[in-house]
């Protein structure tokens, strides 16, 4: 009885009201309302279920989606990784590549510097056999010059036995013969000082010459 009186529903703007009078009402009355009560309380349950239901399927759609997410991008990492490791490979024989041409360019260096040396050393072969083609014309040019200053003292030793005979059997008086003796003793004077300075120059030149060639000669062998 106490819980007669106005009862009002409100909804935003809308409200509606009713007065209730409580009478007494019988017990199948009584249990039908509290089973209707029990039922919407089950439908609200169910409903909440529901939701809750709908809300963890679509968290597990979500998760599912994150799952074949990072899959894909596992396979992507894996692509990656495989790329990388092909990478290495290729990168590992191309270094391989690159020591064996530069074993290869080291040799050819080696080689070309020898085959250098041994151009440089016919060279200075070919020199040295033609400087001594030259030493050895030298030398017999040399041997003929001094043959023919041997040959000018033999001829002034004869050329002063002769004058000496001459001034044993010429007229002491004579100014005649004693001018004439000493013309040809003057002129041949002239003549052997003249093949001596000669004679001298050119020895001097060949000694020098000789003195260069032995310089290169010892040189080259260093070198060789």
Do not use: W
């Not at 409100?10 to 089973?35: H, L, M, W, Y």
């Not at 439908?43 to 599912?64: P, S």
């Not at 007229?171 to 005649?176: A, F, K, L, Q, V």
């Amino acid at each position: 009885m106490v819980n007669s009186g106005e009862y009002s529903c409100v909804c935003g703007n809308f409200k509606t009201s009713c007065f209730v009078i409580i009478t007494d009402i019988p017990i199948e009355q009584i249990i039908n309302a509290r089973t209707t009560e029990k039922l919407y309380e089950i439908q609200e349950k169910k409903e909440e279920l529901a939701q809750k239901a709908e809300k963890i399927v679509k968290e597990e759609t979500k998760l599912l989606d994150m799952k074949t997410e990072i899959k894909n991008k596992e396979m992507v990492i894996k692509e990656k990784i495989d790329e990388i490791e092909s990478q290495k490979c290729k990168l590992a024989i191309k270094e391989e590549e690159m020591k064996q041409r530069e074993v290869q360019l080291e040799l050819k260096e080696a080689k070309f510097c020898e085959l250098e040396r041994e151009k440089m050393l016919n060279k200075d072969s070919l020199t040295l056999l033609q400087q001594s083609e030259e030493l050895k014309f030298t030398r017999a040019n040399a041997k003929v010059m001094q043959n023919e200053l041997d040959s000018l003292k033999d001829e002034r030793r004869e050329l002063e036995k002769r004058i000496e005979l001459l001034e044993k059997y010429i007229d002491n008086g004579s100014e005649t013969h004693k001018n004439t003796i000493t013309e040809i003793r003057e002129t041949y004077e002239n003549m052997i000082t003249q093949m001596k300075a000669e004679h001298t120059d050119s020895i001097a030149n060949i000694a020098k010459t000789l003195e260069d060639m032995q310089r290169k000669q010892s040189g080259i062998c260093v070198v060789s």
